[in-house]
T-cell receptor
Framework: AQTVTQSQPEMSVQEAETVTLSCTYDTSESNYYLFWYKQPPSRQMILVIRQEAYKQQNATENRFSVNFQKAAKSFSLKISDSQLGDTAMYFCAFSTASKLTFGTGTRLQVTL | DAGVIQSPRHEVTEMGQEVTLRCKPISGHDYLFWYRQTMMRGLELLIYFNNNVPIDDSGMPEDRFSAKMPNASFSTLKIQPSEPRDSAVYFC???????????????FGPGTRLTVL
């Protein structure tokens, strides 16, 4: 069975600073996808970024980037130039054969 | 595209009543998923469909829960009879398989907050 671990229940960062959220996973699969989803107070689950396991290059979406270490089974999210609107719960997720497995989430608070 | 549409957004009902949650996936998507989110258990996959056919319902908690997908643009999740422990946020998500790979990006609806008194 696949597991996803987010070891940081809560984090705080000042506006304009950079923050990194950690995620590790466990799987015996060789082909899979990894995602970060954001859930603001509105509850909407919003896709932030996605990484395909067979791609060496780390995914980047504007201020969001990942550090994907396949051998270490690590998939961290870096948010640069943090904005107040980044305040949310962030979930790391693993997908294979259509099924998503989520971590427990990291609550990120961006402060002035 | 309108995205995944769910209704109602909020539902308050009394124990023992039947509850029906509705979902319209993104047009052209061939996978549809139902999730439940609670503080205690986080996000759980309940069931998913491919081309309107249920593929895996191992996450459905018990026989009180049932899901259908009569066509490519509509799915329902029904709870009968409802119990207070069913109170949660229920999400519907859809995705599109590409190049024969089933695992692809899931897009979520806004969720239905269910409260069973």
């Amino acid at each position: 069975a696949q597991t996803v671990t987010q070891s940081q229940p809560e984090m705080s960062v000042q506006e304009a600073e950079t923050v990194t959220l950690s995620c590790t996973y466990d799987t015996s699969e060789s082909n899979y996808y990894l995602f970060w989803y954001k859930q603001p107070p509105s509850r909407q689950m919003i896709l932030v970024i996605r990484q395909e396991a067979y791609k060496q290059q780390n995914a980047t979406e504007n201020r969001f980037s990942v550090n994907f270490q396949k051998a270490a089974k690590s998939f961290s999210l870096k948010i640069s130039d943090s904005q107040l609107g980044d305040t949310a719960m962030y979930f790391c997720a693993f997908s294979t054969a259509s099924k998503l497995t989520f971590g427990t989430g990291t609550r990120l608070q961006v402060t002035l | 595209d309108a995205g995944v549409i769910q209704s109602p957004r909020h539902e308050v009902t009394e124990m023992g009543q039947e509850v029906t949650l509705r979902c319209k996936p993104i047009s052209g998507h061939d996978y549809l998923f139902w999730y439940r989110q609670t503080m205690m258990r986080g996000l759980e996959l309940l069931i998913y469909f491919n081309n309107n056919v249920p593929i895996d319902d191992s996450g459905m908690p018990e026989d009180r829960f049932s899901a259908k997908m009569p066509n490519a643009s509509f799915s329902t999740l029904k709870i009968q009879p409802s119990e207070p422990r069913d109170s949660a946020v229920y999400f519907c998500a859809s995705s599109s398989s590409t190049s024969g790979r089933a695992a692809d990006t899931q897009y979520f609806g806004p969720g239905t907050r269910l409260t069973v008194l």
